[in-house]
């Protein structure tokens, strides 16, 4: 039996679960030691390995995490709001790292892992890669060298499968951006104009999103002056990039106290 962290991922079928299953049956830090899908999901009782298109691996897919997390140390969740909350809370119970990169989540949902964090790690952020989180400290940076005459628009643009608006990392990107100018994004974010909007509101941090195809993810924080503009960007072109901040992430977890955490601390940033 070795002794590698073993972990489970969640939403084991979708874009990113195959993808962090790829990755942690090659890597030689981690083990993986169950895969989760949704209730009444066709992979539910089947070979994870088999049900991907390859040879059987041996784990078997379930939807009962507390049967999956049981023997695990580390759990990799990307999959939606609801289902993370109820992961979150079991992970809580066994004392398991649980790295979070679903995104779509209400002020209410995040609230709701405080007291989870109580107990375990929490490493949340809704980009994992190592670009975007530095895009998110120089995007702090140029926010906190320019005044209100430059005005700061998110703008993204993803696949046509997903789901929430602005993006998560978009939402990164607007808080650090806040950040830097001492504001709060809750008290200046202005998104989905549409109709006789009247002009920009001085201060605002806006967001604009784009969906179509198979865009994987794309970011720029645009700086609007008089005469000039700064355009900050971040191209994502394989989600490999996601899945490998997320499996760092579970390493680091294993020997930190309880707790949330982002991206930026398991980096260093
Ligand atoms: N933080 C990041 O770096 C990052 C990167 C990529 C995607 N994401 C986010 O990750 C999430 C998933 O993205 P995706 O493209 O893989 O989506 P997807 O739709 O391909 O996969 C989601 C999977 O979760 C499963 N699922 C839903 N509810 C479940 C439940 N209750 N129990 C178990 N499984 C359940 C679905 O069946 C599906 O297989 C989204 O919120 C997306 O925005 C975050
Ligand atoms: O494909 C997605 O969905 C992505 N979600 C994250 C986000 O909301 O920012 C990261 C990029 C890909």
Not at 27 to 37: F, K, M, N, P, T
Request: glycine content about 12%; aromatic content about 4%.
């Amino acid at each position: 039996m070795s002794d590698l962290p073993g972990i489970v991922v969640t939403g084991a079928s979708g874009r990113m679960g195959q993808m962090l299953i790829r990755l942690i049956q090659d890597s030689d830090s981690a083990r993986l030691v169950g895969a989760i899908e949704r209730e009444g999901h066709a992979w539910i009782g089947r070979d994870l390995g088999e049900e991907m298109g390859g040879a059987a691996n041996g784990v078997i897919v379930t939807a009962d995490p507390l049967e999956a997390f049981a023997g695990a140390q580390a759990v990799i969740d990307f999959t939606a709001p609801e289902a993370t909350l109820a992961f979150a809370k079991i992970a809580a119970q066994a004392r398991l790292t649980h790295v979070i990169g679903t995104t779509g989540m209400s002020a209410d949902h995040i609230a709701a892992l405080a007291p989870c964090a109580r107990h375990a790690v929490i490493v949340r952020a809704g980009n994992m890669s190592l670009g975007v989180n530095l895009l998110t400290q120089l995007t702090k940076k140029v926010a906190a060298a320019l005044d209100t005459d430059w005005d700061i628009e998110v703008i993204e643009a993803h696949h046509n499968k997903k789901v929430d608006a602005p993006s998560g990392t978009a939402l990164m990107l607007g808080e650090a951006a806040a950040q830097g100018r001492g504001i709060t994004l809750a008290d200046n974010r202005e998104s989905g104009r549409d109709g006789i909007t009247g002009a920009r509101a001085k201060g605002a941090i806006g967001f604009s999103a784009i969906r179509g195809g198979d865009i994987v993810g794309e970011h720029d924080v645009l700086f609007a002056g008089q005469g000039e503009r700064i355009v900050l960007r971040h191209v994502a072109t394989d989600r490999a990039i996601f899945a490998r901040g997320a499996l760092k992430a579970a390493l680091w977890g294993q020997d930190k106290a309880p707790g949330e955490y982002d991206m930026l601390d398991v980096l260093g940033l």
